[in-house]
């Protein structure tokens, strides 16, 4: 595998915004999947870690409630919109970074950029956003930072297969 290491210099090259939205969606949920099954395997409830995401949006008090599949429709979907969009705004932040500075050259520089941003933002998530949402505090395991290095392997090289390259100023 070549990564073409000297050819990455910034080029005013404007991100391919679609197949970020894309790479986002699928690269989400595939997280979310991955969460979902580490947390059954490890005998924890499913549902927790869409709880915790939902309380992003609809407000710690919902945590008091219990984690099961009962905890109610609104706060299910809660959960899943707001880590769609989370993931979504994510993946756009990744595409804002990979096509300035060339890293979509080759499948294997996108997929390290890719897996470098999942570590930054299991990072960013669990120690910096827990500042400000505590309970996520308690969901810090090398499950979720795989899942996360998982989640950007997969928005990179996501991207990367629906881009579609454009010069800064090229319509």
């Known amino acids: 595998m070549e990564l073409h290491m000297h050819s990455h210099h910034f080029a005013h090259r404007i991100p391919d915004w679609r197949a970020a939205v894309i790479g986002g969606c699928i690269a989400g949920a595939i997280f979310l999947a991955l ?14 870690a869409p709880r915790m995401i939902a309380a992003i949006a609809l407000g710690h008090g919902m945590l008091s409630e219990p984690a099961t599949f009962g905890v109610g429709l609104g706060i299910l979907l809660g959960g899943l919109i707001t880590h769609l969009v989370l993931s979504v705004i994510f993946v756009l932040v990744l595409a804002a970074i990979i096509a300035p500075f060339g890293l979509d050259s080759s499948v294997g520089m996108a997929s390290l950029a890719g897996a470098g941003f999942g570590a930054a933002l299991y990072l960013v998530n ?46």
Do not use: C, N
Request: charged share 15%.
């Open 126 to 171: 669990f120690y910096g956003m827990s500042q400000i949402f505590p309970w996520f505090a308690d969901a810090r395991s090398w499950a979720s930072f795989v899942s996360h290095i998982v989640f950007g392997l997969v928005a990179a090289d996501t991207y990367l297969r629906f881009e579609t390259k454009e010069e800064a100023g090229v319509s």
């Open 35 to 48: 969460e979902l099954v580490a947390m059954w395997m490890f005998g924890q409830s499913p549902w927790g």
